[in-house]
């Protein structure tokens, strides 16, 4: 769902703008929208997920983000599309949380890099998907039905209803949650996230912290006329909420949780940018509309067959070992592809092919590296609210891109953030970092599981 969102809201984007009459700024706020409420979404979702099971909480978000995607397509202005683009963010989040866990908890544990890596596999062929969408839905339904085309788009988020009813009937429970539960004591405190921080002493202060967080964001992403030292401000604001909600969370494995954040950002900070500029810079270099589209076509297989790769490669040879050779290879192919002219198409294509398999597949791994820090207990809510606080990079990228092109030109920005936080997700995973700064605070909290390649809990 992720990617056919992502994509799905792109190719409808200059028709929503020409529909409302919105400025540039105004159109992007509704992609940054579902950053916003991605983390809150993470959290709120992936305790139904650790309380009542992977299998509701997953039905739960198919839902909402059914519900929000047809109401777009009925949506009369700005506003309500704004808040529809927050509800779909905060679905999104909920159905990776309890997806990824599900997916992760269900098969063999030796297993369980190619399920993570089939599981992201998902994402790039959501975007292949959405794109044959726009291709054929958008001019038949814009043929019959002027100033209708973008909004059919949004219809077709009925698709994800049948699914679930499907999910709901056939499905089992993950079998990791069950056992967990079963092993549980039945007089045992519910310590599910929502309960620790909304039910808690704390609960007041966690609520307008909540709402606190959420304003800054909106006003970091939503309102571009921001001064740039109030956006700081916000950022560090919004921070200081995040790790204090992680700190009562985990009081004693706290700074694994914001250590996860800060390596997600950073992969986000390497992905997305590219992801995000990828066709700005190919036309800037000369390439035309008819062959950008069949570039960046060609670079999004790549990524689809990345995830695979990764599933197998991480069995293979170990999570934490091939997520750095990876980048590796990714990044050893950056430079020289960001500083080739237009007339390259071919060569062009096979290393931007190769650089998303590397660069960009690799994150199939991330569910199942996430997840080894957090016990059954605590994993949905722990891998959604972590993972997405980290997500807010996809937003932060594409700017700090834009911002740098200005001054050193497409490609070099593209590079220099691609190689730069690159360099930052491969130290963390590659040496364990989240379990290192976790001796030094708290030797006593660590546990066997994080970040190991071959068992996630034995709890």
Known sequence: MDGYDFVLIAFALPHIREAFGLSLPEAATLVSAAFISRWLGGLVLGAVGDRYGRKPAMIMSIFMFAFGSIAMAFAPGFWTLFVLRLLIGFAMAGEYSASATYVIESWPKHMRNKASGFLLSGYAFGVILAAQVDKYLYPWVESWHPGWGWRALFLTGVIP????????????????????KQKASQSSETRDAVTILFKGKYATVNVIATIVAAACLVFIFAVPSTPSWIVVLLYIVSLAVFVAFMTQFDPRRWVIGVAIMITIFAAFMYTWPIQGLLPTYLKSVGFNESTVTSIVSFAGLGNACGYIVAGFAGDRFGMRKWFVISLVISQTIVFPLFNMGGSAVILVSILLFFNQMFGQGISGLTPKWVSSYFPIEQRAAGLGFAYNVGALGGAVGPLLGAHLAKSYGFG????????????????????????????????????????????????
């Open 161 to 180: 209803v049948v699914l679930a009813i499907y999910m709901r009937k056939r499905l089992p429970e993950a079998d990791d949650w069950v056992e967990a």
């Open 412 to 459: 070099m920005a593209l590079a220099i953030l691609s190689v730069g936080f690159a360099a930052i997700v491969a130290l963390s995973i590659g040496l364990n970092i989240p379990k290192q700064l976790q001796k030094l605070v708290n030797k006593d909290a660590v546990r066997p599981q994080d970040g190991d390649d071959d068992i996630i809990d034995e709890a």
